[in-house]
Nanobody, 114 residues
Framework: QVQLVESGGGLVQPGGSLRLSCAAS????????MVWYRQTPGKQRELVAR???????IYTDSVKGRFTISRDNAKSTVFLQMNSLKPEDTGVYYC????????WGQGTQVTVSS
C-alpha cells in the first residue's frame, strides 16, 4: 500500500532551522511533482513549496528565501530545509504528490516558539 511518511519536525526557537523529510513508499515517485503543505488550527491546508519532476521549484511568498525544497528520486524522498524559522511557521507539515494525490500521511509537527 502506498504511504507517505513525514518526519523531522520538532520544537525550535525563532531563527532556528529544521529539515523535514517525506518518504513515499510503494509508489512511483520520480515522475510526479511533490508538494509540502502546512496546516494550522482553524485554517485550510496551504501549499508551502513544490518541486516538479525536473527540479523546478515554487514557494509561497511567506517562505521565499528561507525554505528550500529538494528531492532524492533514488530514495523516493522529498525534503524541506527550513531556516530562519518564525512563530508563524508553526503547524503540521504534510507532503503529497501531484497529480493523483495519495492518502495523507500523519504529518510532522513544527513548533516555533521561544
Amino acid at each position: 500500500q502506498v504511504q507517505l511518511v513525514e518526519s523531522g519536525g520538532g520544537l525550535v526557537q525563532p531563527g532556528g532551522s529544521l529539515r523535514l523529510s517525506c518518504a513515499a513508499s510503494g509508489s512511483a515517485f520520480s515522475g510526479y511533482t511533490m508538494v509540502w503543505y502546512r496546516q494550522t488550527p482553524g485554517k485550510q491546508r496551504e501549499l508551502v513549496a513544490r518541486i516538479t519532476s525536473t527540479g523546478s521549484t515554487i514557494y509561497t511568498d511567506s517562505v521565499k528565501g528561507r525554505f528550500t525544497i529538494s528531492r532524492d528520486n533514488a530514495k523516493s524522498t522529498v525534503f524541506l530545509q527550513m531556516n530562519s524559522l518564525k512563530p508563524e511557521d508553526t503547524g503540521v507539515y504534510y507532503c503529497n504528490r501531484l497529480p493523483e494525490p495519495l492518502r495523507w500521511g500523519q504529518g510532522t509537527q513544527v513548533t516555533v516558539s521561544s
